[in-house]
């Protein structure tokens, strides 16, 4: 997750050096895919932060599952019932969070 985030930003910063934007969004990165993309830039950037997003939100509450069951002993069993609560947990506070 790190390095996709990495590798957004240092392409959205390469692409915005030395432009005029005033103010850098979402909409204006879209903007810089125009050229290769066409009219369809918007959608292709759009479904790609959704993918991103969607996939971060899968894998986190399991990533901090196997950390925290390890750290505590108990099993890294994704059928395991400890597991799956603290996944759960995770999962709810971030959604709250968010």
Request: hydrophobic share 60%; charged share 5%; proline share 2%.
């Amino acid at each position: 997750g790190g390095v996709i985030t990495l590798a957004i930003l240092s392409t959205a910063s390469v692409a915005f050096y030395g432009t005029e934007v005033g103010k850098i969004s979402a909409a204006n990165m879209a903007v810089q895919l125009e050229p290769l993309l066409g009219n369809a830039a918007h959608y292709f950037f759009a479904i790609g932060l959704f993918a991103a997003g969607l996939t971060s939100a899968i894998t986190a509450p399991l990533a901090g599952a196997y950390a925290v069951c390890g750290m505590l002993g108990w099993s890294n069993d994704m059928n395991n019932s400890r597991f799956k609560l603290v996944a759960i947990v995770i999962l709810v506070f971030g959604a709250a969070v968010a």
